[in-house]
């Protein structure tokens, strides 16, 4: 992602140290408040609806104006997991429209 000029916040890198990610408790659900929040759910398929009924990403700003992106297709999700030579060319071009559609906002009806 960084590839493509997207950045981590350092509050975020902190967090996850040389990880590819982090456990962020509620408490401190505000450091994703972000231009864009991209979630890798492809193999936690329950992830959307426990976000959907969690009150307090609900407020993020990131959410309510519909720029936060998750990835649920298995075979995108993997490709991005992987980060291969093979496999990112694949990621990137299914990834780019879902990015264009986030960063504009598709906030909820």
Not at 56 to 64: A, E, N, W
Not at 70 to 76: A, G, M, P
């Amino acid at each position: 992602m960084t590839s493509l000029g997207f950045e981590i916040p350092e509050e975020i890198a902190e967090l996850t140290g040389d990880k590819d990610g982090a456990d962020v408790s509620e408490e401190w659900l505000d450091l994703l408040d972000r231009d864009l929040l991209v979630w890798n759910a492809g193999f936690t398929p329950d992830l959307p609806a426990d976000l959907e009924g969690n009150p307090l990403y609900q407020r993020l700003d990131v959410t309510r104006e519909g720029r936060d992106l998750f990835v649920v297709d298995k075979v995108l999700s993997g490709a991005l997991t992987w980060s291969t030579a093979l496999s990112l060319p694949f990621a990137i071009e299914g990834l780019t429209p879902q990015l264009a559609t986030a960063v504009d906002g598709n906030p909820a009806p």
